[in-house]
C-alpha cells in the first residue's frame, strides 16, 4: 500500500484529480479527507465511478446523482475500465476543463482500478494491473493527450480508516475476520451474486465458511472443511470481481 505522503505530493504537484471509487459501493470508497484536502488546495476533481458493469443500471444512476449532490466534483462520470465504457464522456469533460497543458493525478483506494483506468484513456496497456490489492508500488507519468499526463499511484487507505473494514478486507490478517466483516456488508447489500456462486445465503458465521468448503472441496486432514481457504476464496472472489454486491 502506498504512502498518504506519497499521494499527497502527488496532488499538490498536479493540475486537478481523478477520485476513483468502486461501483459496488462507491460512497465507502470516497476519501472526504481526500476531497477536503482538493478544496482547500484548490485543485479541481472528477469522481470516477469504476466497474460500473458489475451494477445495474438504475443503481450506478443513483449512485451517481448522490455522489454529484453530495460533492464538490466538477463532474461525476461512470466507466467500466474493462469495457471501454464511458472514454469518451471522460475525456470530452477533461479536454473542455483544461485549455491548457495540464497533469492529473489519479487516486483511490486500493483495487478501484485505477491503472486499468489510466490504461483506457491511454488507449494502450501503459501500466500493469493486478486483482491484487497494493499492486501499484510506485509513481508515474503517462501521457493520454497532446495536453493530458495522468499520474498512477499507490493505492491509499486514509489514516483516519486504516484500522476499520475496508484496510482488513483489502489487506486482511485475519483472513475469516476479514471474510465475515465482508459477508456483513454482502448480507446487507441490496443485491449480489453470492447465492449464485456459493449456493447459500451471506452469513458471516464459521457454518458458511464451512459448507463453502466442503462445495468446493477446501478439505483438511480428516476431512474436515478448511475454513481458511473457504475465507481466501470469498475475499479472492471479490478482488477480482467475480464476487458482486451493490449498497450505497
Not at 56 to 64: E, H, N, V
Not at 119 to 135: D, E, I, K, R, W
Not at 187 to 196: D, I, Q, R, T, Y
Request: hydrophobic share 40%; glycine share 4%; net charge positive.
Amino acid at each position: 500500500m502506498g504512502t498518504w505522503k506519497t499521494v499527497v505530493a502527488e496532488i499538490k504537484n498536479s493540475d486537478g484529480v481523478l477520485e476513483v471509487v468502486d461501483a459496488r459501493c462507491p460512497n465507502e470508497f470516497r476519501s472526504k479527507k481526500l476531497e477536503n484536502m482538493f478544496k482547500e488546495l484548490n485543485k479541481p476533481f472528477w469522481i470516477i465511478i469504476n466497474k460500473v458493469d458489475l451494477v445495474p443500471k438504475d443503481f450506478a444512476d443513483r449512485c451517481k446523482k448522490v455522489l454529484k449532490d453530495t460533492s464538490d466534483a466538477v463532474d461525476v462520470i461512470h466507466v467500466s475500465s474493462k469495457k471501454f465504457y464511458g472514454f469518451w464522456i471522460l475525456r470530452r469533460s477533461l479536454k473542455n476543463y483544461f485549455d491548457k497543458k495540464a497533469k492529473l493525478v489519479v487516486v483511490g483506494f486500493p483495487n478501484v482500478g485505477k491503472s486499468s483506468l489510466i490504461n483506457m484513456l491511454a488507449q494502450y496497456s501503459v501500466v500493469s494491473t493486478a486483482p491484487v490489492p497494493g499492486h501499484t508500488k510506485g509513481k508515474q507519468w503517462i501521457r493520454i493527450s497532446s495536453k493530458l499526463l495522468l499520474s498512477d499511484t499507490p493505492g491509499v487507505i486514509p489514516k483516519e480508516l486504516a484500522n476499520q473494514d475496508w484496510a482488513k478486507i483489502l489487506f486482511p490478517e485475519d483472513v475469516e475476520e476479514s471474510a465475515f466483516i465482508l459477508l456483513e456488508k454482502i448480507k446487507n447489500a441490496e443485491g449480489s451474486n453470492f447465492k449464485e456462486i456459493y449456493g447459500l445465503e451471506p452469513k458471516p458465521d464459521e457454518e458458511t465458511l464451512e459448507k463453502i468448503a466442503l462445495k468446493f472441496g477446501f478439505l483438511k486432514k480428516g476431512a474436515e472443511p478448511d475454513t481458511h481457504r473457504a475465507a481466501t476464496k470469498i475475499i479472492n472472489d471479490w478482488n477480482s470481481c467475480k464476487l458482486t454486491a451493490w449498497w450505497l
